[in-house]
């Protein structure tokens, strides 16, 4: 990959290579060497129809039906029943981001080379991605049984001047577009169709869309969690290297050290220094083993969503060499569906140790602020109910939660008797981050409340340039307001990712 595009070239594409790519909506391409081995993988499958071979997935039914023989004359008719009867899914449509990340992962399965497409495929994928035209997907409807099939004919109906578009800012018929643009629809030729509605990539497209939201609100929450320390004139004591090192974990150790640099030269800690507080709440002595965990958990996570989402998933595989096509499993969920349960669990602890530092904060009795953080409070009720805001997008997370993967429901008349779900693990785990980003935009609001009440102390030049920041989109509350704006507004203020940049411009400088 270059600054202007993505080449898939057969190496791996990384988790930097998809922040840019929906960062940048750069152009794809596939290598001139890649379009030569799917060209020889075609030329093998259509040796083998000629032959007149009965092979599953290319002249036969599919599912339950995998035993029907399809004449040849008929083959063309296969596949676009394929698509259109398969194309059942229901409810909103899916994020443009997330669309545009199944189309970029489905391009990288089918250049592998062992899917049996022509070029043609992926050159109208290329093509439908590089225009920016977006097919419209329905949210609901896979059980990742054999892979995302709904999601993904949802996907393919455009290609072949079906279905519906994001194209311009605006949904419309994918028949008009193509005609806009004088491009032919793809007439798809035996096991096209098929390749192109096995696999994982929805639900990959959701884990990968996940990574980078969750990258981006672990590195907020350090940064909102030191600021929390600060407000709560906490002891930078649980942080010191030695404590981290008798546990032996390597994210906790680092994510010590960053909070310690991150409160470096701070007056506020400077001011109680040799205090009588012996132990603060867990909330924040334990931030290294909470938020460490979840880095372990992140960690974890992006090695197998990286692996699905460079990975061949789609039935049967084509190996030309060896004159094979083999009907397996590749397109079983259950990887990515697994690590998707686990990462919802991880960031719905980072919501819930958010929530108590919160309610750390509130207390007076715990923290020595003011009530609710609000001066002249009774006449002014400060942030009770944000708290409460926060404590009920917590509870809602322990509901989301509950692990997908462990759900199964047999479908195609018992042939596709165990479903790995992993769509909807990816689905919930978005909807877990959406509530985490409400719940730490309300630690922010609370933690600069804090530092503001131990003026005309400072606290450390990068918590300061947090503030600094943030003060132009929330102000003080010297008195009640219309608090939903405010934690809108910060909301929005983590989203634009301003605080995962400031942490990677410290640690460059580190």
Same mark, same amino acid.
């Given at each position: 990959?270059?600054?202007?595009?993505?080449?898939?070239?057969?190496?791996?594409?990384?988790?930097?290579?998809?922040?840019?790519?929906?960062?940048?909506?750069?152009?794809?391409?596939?290598?001139?060497?890649?379009?030569?081995?799917?060209?020889?993988?075609?030329?093998?499958?259509?040796?083998?129809?000629?032959?007149?071979?009965?092979?599953?997935?290319?002249?036969?039914?599919?599912?339950?039906?995998?035993?029907?023989?399809?004449?040849?004359?008929?083959?063309?008719?296969?596949?676009?029943?394929?698509?259109?009867?398969?194309?059942?899914?229901?409810?909103?449509?899916?994020?443009?981001?997330?669309?545009?990340?199944?189309?970029?992962?489905?391009?990288?399965?089918?250049?592998?080379?062992?899917?049996?497409?022509?070029?043609?495929?992926?050159?109208?994928?290329?093509?439908?991605?590089?225009?920016?035209?977006?097919?419209?997907?329905?949210?609901?409807?896979?059980?990742?049984?054999?892979?995302?099939?709904?999601?993904?004919?949802?996907?393919?109906?455009?290609?072949?001047?079906?279905?519906?578009?994001?194209?311009?800012?605006?949904?419309?018929?994918?028949?008009?577009?193509?005609?806009?643009?004088?491009?032919?629809?793809?007439?798809?030729?035996?096991?096209?169709?098929?390749?192109?509605?096995?696999?994982?990539?929805?639900?990959?497209?959701?884990?990968?869309?996940?990574?980078?939201?969750?990258?981006?609100?672990?590195?907020?929450?350090?940064?909102?969690?030191? $600021?929390?320390?600060? !407000?709560?004139? +906490?002891?930078? *004591?649980?942080?010191?290297? @030695? %404590?981290?090192?008798? =546990?032996?974990?390597?994210?906790?150790?680092?994510?010590?050290?960053?909070?310690?640099?991150?409160?470096?030269?701070?007056?506020?800690?400077?001011?109680?220094?040799?205090?009588?507080?012996?132990?603060?709440?867990?909330?924040?002595?334990?931030?290294?083993?909470?938020?460490?965990?979840?880095?372990?958990?992140?960690?974890?996570?992006?090695?197998?969503?990286?692996?699905?989402?460079?990975?061949?998933?789609?039935?049967?595989?084509?190996?030309?060499?060896?004159?094979?096509?083999?009907?397996?499993?590749?397109?079983?969920?259950?990887?990515?569906?697994?690590?998707?349960?686990?990462? $919802?669990?991880?960031? !719905?602890?980072? +919501?819930?140790? *958010?929530?108590?530092?919160? @309610? %750390?904060?509130?207390? =007076?009795?715990?923290?020595?602020?003011?009530?609710?953080?609000?001066?002249?409070?009774?006449?002014?009720?400060?942030?009770?109910?944000?708290?409460?805001?926060?404590?009920?997008?917590?509870?809602?997370?322990?509901?989301?939660?509950?692990?997908?993967?462990?759900?199964?429901?047999?479908?195609?008349?018992?042939?596709?008797?165990?479903?790995?779900?992993?769509?909807?693990?990816?689905?919930?785990?978005?909807?877990?981050?959406?509530?985490?980003?409400?719940?730490?935009?309300?630690?922010?609001?609370?933690?600069?409340?804090?530092?503001?009440?131990?003026?005309?102390?400072?606290?450390?030049?990068?918590?300061?340039?947090?503030?600094?920041?943030?003060?132009?989109?929330?102000?003080?509350?010297?008195?009640?307001?219309?608090?939903?704006?405010?934690?809108?507004?910060?909301?929005?203020?983590?989203?634009?990712?301003?605080?995962?940049?400031?942490?990677?411009?410290?640690?460059?400088?580190?």
């Amino acid at each position: 990959m270059n600054n202007k595009k993505i080449l898939i070239d057969g190496s791996n594409l990384s988790l930097d290579d998809f922040r840019f790519f929906l960062e940048n909506h750069p152009k794809a391409a596939i290598s001139p060497k890649i379009m030569e081995n799917i060209s020889r993988t075609r030329q093998y499958i259509e040796k083998r129809i000629q032959s007149g071979d009965v092979v599953y997935g290319l002249n036969t039914g599919f599912g339950h039906l995998a035993s029907e023989h399809i004449p040849y004359e008929q083959l063309q008719k296969l596949q676009l029943n394929l698509i259109r009867s398969h194309a059942a899914g229901i409810g909103e449509p899916m994020s443009i981001p997330i669309v545009r990340l199944m189309m970029l992962i489905k391009i990288v399965s089918l250049a592998r080379g062992f899917s049996g497409v022509r070029p043609a495929v992926l050159e109208q994928l290329l093509f439908f991605l590089n225009e920016g035209i977006t097919p419209v997907i329905p949210k609901k409807g896979s059980v990742g049984a054999s892979g995302d099939l709904a999601p993904l004919a949802h996907l393919a109906l455009p290609l072949i001047g079906e279905g519906e578009v994001f194209y311009k800012d605006k949904r419309q018929p994918a028949a008009d577009v193509l005609h806009k643009l004088s491009r032919l629809p793809l007439v798809l030729e035996a096991k096209e169709g098929l390749a192109i509605i096995n696999g994982t990539q929805s639900m990959v497209a959701h884990g990968i869309r996940a990574l980078l939201q969750m990258e981006s609100l672990l590195y907020s929450s350090e940064l909102i969690s030191a $600021a929390s320390i600060d !407000a709560l004139k +906490g002891s930078l *004591s649980p942080f010191h290297p @030695a %404590i981290q090192q008798a =546990k032996g974990s390597p994210f906790n150790a680092a994510l010590s050290k960053r909070i310690r640099r991150y409160l470096l030269e701070s007056e506020i800690n400077a001011s109680h220094k040799g205090c009588g507080k012996v132990q603060d709440p867990y909330s924040f002595r334990c931030s290294p083993q909470v938020l460490g965990a979840i880095w372990e958990a992140f960690d974890h996570a992006q090695k197998v969503l990286i692996r699905e989402a460079n990975a061949v998933s789609d039935n049967p595989l084509i190996f030309p060499d060896e004159e094979l096509v083999l009907s397996g499993g590749n397109f079983h969920g259950e990887s990515p569906a697994l690590v998707m349960d686990y990462l $919802a669990l991880a960031v !719905a602890e980072m +919501g819930a140790i *958010s929530e108590r530092r919160i @309610a %750390i904060l509130v207390d =007076k009795h715990m923290s020595g602020l003011p009530a609710f953080l609000i001066k002249n409070s009774g006449i002014n009720s400060g942030f009770m109910i944000a708290h409460v805001t926060a404590a009920a997008l917590a509870s809602e997370n322990k509901t989301l939660a509950h692990p997908a993967s462990v759900d199964s429901l047999p479908t195609s008349a018992n042939q596709e008797d165990h479903v790995s779900m992993g769509h909807w693990a990816g689905q919930k785990l978005l909807q877990v981050l959406e509530n985490v980003e409400a719940i730490l935009a309300v630690e922010l609001i609370s933690a600069m409340q804090g530092i503001d009440m131990h003026r005309p102390l400072k606290s450390s030049p990068i918590i300061e340039e947090l503030y600094h920041h943030f003060r132009e989109t929330v102000p003080f509350w010297e008195y009640d307001r219309l608090m939903h704006r405010d934690i809108e507004a910060a909301v929005k203020f983590i989203r634009s990712n301003l605080l995962f940049h400031l942490v990677k411009e410290i640690e460059k400088n580190k």
